[in-house]
C-alpha cells in the first residue's frame, strides 16, 4: 500500500464522494488526536453533531469518553480517535456493508500512519469490523487478542452506556484494563 502523508489523506477524506453519504453529510470527520498516539481507539461513524463540527465525538458520546478516558488516567492528548465511517449516516443508521468497505481504506491509511501498539474498538460495529465478523460484544468486551504486533480489543460504545447505564460499571473496568496494557506496551509514554 502506497503510503501517503497526513495532509494528502485529509484531503483524500474531505474531498471524498466514494458513496450516497457525500450527499447528505455536512462534512466528512476525519480522525484526531496525537499523530504519534501509541492507542487509537475506533469507533462507528460521526453522529449529528460530530458531522456539524467535523469533529469525532464532540457530542454527549465524546463527554462520557472523556470521563472515561480521564478515569484511568489517560486524555485526549495521548489516543488517536477515529470512526470506521468518515461521514454520518442520516438518522444514525447503522452503516451500509457498502459504506463501510468503500470507508475502510480511509482507516488502513490512518492505522499506517499512526502504527498504534494498542487499538480499542468502541462497540459492535467496529468490532465486527476490525476483530472478528462473529464478534459479540456483549460476551466478549474487554478481552484482548495480538495480531500484527499490535493489541486489540473492544468495549461498549458510550452511547451504548447512555442508552443503558448499566454497561458504565464493566465499560469502568475495561478502561482501566486498557489503561494497564498502556502501561505495559508503552512504559515511556507520559500519564498525566
Ligand atoms: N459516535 C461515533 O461512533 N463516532 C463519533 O465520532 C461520535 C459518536
Not at 7 to 34: H, I, K, W, Y
Not at 71 to 92: D, F, Q
Not at 109 to 122: D, S
Request: hydrophobic share 35%.
Amino acid at each position: 500500500m502506497a503510503l501517503y502523508t497526513w495532509d494528502e489523506l485529509n484531503a483524500f477524506v474531505n474531498a471524498c464522494t466514494g458513496c450516497e453519504l457525500c450527499r447528505s453529510r455536512q462534512r466528512p470527520v476525519m480522525g484526531r488526536g496525537s499523530l504519534t498516539a501509541k492507542i487509537m481507539f475506533v469507533a462507528e461513524a460521526p453522529g449529528s453533531q460530530e458531522d456539524r463540527a467535523g469533529i469525532p465525538f464532540v457530542g454527549p458520546a465524546g463527554k462520557l469518553l472523556d470521563e472515561l478516558l480521564a478515569g484511568c488516567g489517560l486524555r485526549r492528548e495521548n489516543i488517536y480517535i477515529t470512526n470506521i465511517l468518515k461521514c454520518h449516516p442520516p438518522g444514525n443508521r447503522d452503516p451500509l456493508e457498502s459504506e463501510k468497505e468503500r470507508c475502510i481504506t480511509y482507516l488502513k491509511y490512518e492505522t499506517l500512519l499512526i502504527r498504534p501498539r494498542i487499538i480499542v474498538c468502541l462497540g459492535r460495529v467496529a468490532a465486527t469490523r476490525i476483530i472478528s465478523p462473529d464478534y459479540r460484544i456483549t460476551r466478549q468486551h474487554g478481552q484482548w487478542i495480538f495480531r500484527k504486533n499490535c493489541h486489540l480489543t473492544a468495549v461498549y460504545h458510550p452511547s451504548a452506556i447512555l442508552r443503558d447505564p448499566s454497561k458504565l460499571a464493566d465499560t469502568q473496568a475495561d478502561f482501566a484494563a486498557i489503561a494497564s496494557m498502556y502501561r505495559r506496551v508503552c512504559p515511556q509514554q507520559d500519564m498525566p
